[in-house]
């Protein structure tokens, strides 16, 4: 168990829907970090945040934001949902940040696009 | 345009003996070199990294090997274990003044036959 919870586990929904996938942060860890892994693909980063802050931003569709609250969850939200955003959803933690630190991943949340 | 190439999908071994994933990347600003571990229906765990001042990291039955030269890394595993079934990535870092990013490979799914 690395800490970080996310919520839901699966998430079925249909085209042109919006979706909010939460992630919680290990304790004590101020950054939270987006992924998304499609089905061939590796681990593709979106979004970072450090303490409230977007800190670095990856290849991120203007459909989809995200962001940190004061008590250092996250929430990613997708709108206007298409086939191809099914994918799996991974959240991470990291204390300050630093890429050089290590990134604890959440279970990820899959969702199912029909 | 993929920064991170682990261009094996699949790799079997035998128990006890060396695995050898491999993983080039195209970046020489690359800094800072990560393998993680995933499991089904888990994240991803790290595993070990190196700096691009080095060469070689060791921590137990990993290594490392980074040749900065052809742009190229290795992990070995030594001597492999059934439990060590999993699938592999590589991930590098990227960017400066606050901003790094990890950039992950598609990874490569090792099997440890018994």
């Known amino acids: 168990d690395s800490g970080v919870t996310q919520t839901p586990k699966h998430l079925i929904t249909a085209t042109g829907q919006r979706v909010t996938l939460r992630c919680s942060p290990r304790?004590?860890?101020?950054?939270v970090y987006w992924y998304q892994q499609s089905l061939d693909q590796g681990l593709q980063f979106l979004i970072q945040y450090y303490n409230g802050e977007e800190r670095a931003k990856g290849n991120i569709l203007e459909r989809f934001s995200a962001q940190q609250f004061p008590d250092l969850h996250s929430e990613l939200n997708l709108s206007s949902l298409e086939l191809g955003d099914s994918a799996l959803y991974f959240c991470?933690?990291?204390?300050?940040?630093?890429?050089?630190?290590?990134?604890?991943f959440g279970p990820g949340t899959r969702l199912l696009v029909l | 345009d993929q920064q991170v190439k682990q261009n094996s999908p699949s790799l079997s071994v035998q128990e006890g003996r060396i695995s050898i994933l491999n993983c080039d990347y195209t970046n020489s600003m690359f800094d800072y070199f990560l393998w993680y571990k995933k499991y089904p229906a888990e994240g991803p765990t790290f595993l070990i990294s190196i700096s691009s001042i080095k060469d070689k990291n060791e921590d137990g039955r990993f290594t490392v090997f980074l040749n900065k030269s052809a742009k190229h890394l290795s992990l070995h595993i030594v001597p492999s274990q059934p439990g060590d079934s999993a699938v592999y990535f590589c991930a590098a870092s990227v960017g400066q003044g606050g901003s790094e990013k990890l950039v992950f490979g598609k990874g490569t799914k090792l099997t440890v036959n018994p």
């Open positions: 991470a933690s990291s204390t300050r940040g630093r890429p050089q630190e290590t990134q604890y």
């Open positions: 304790s004590g860890d101020l950054s």
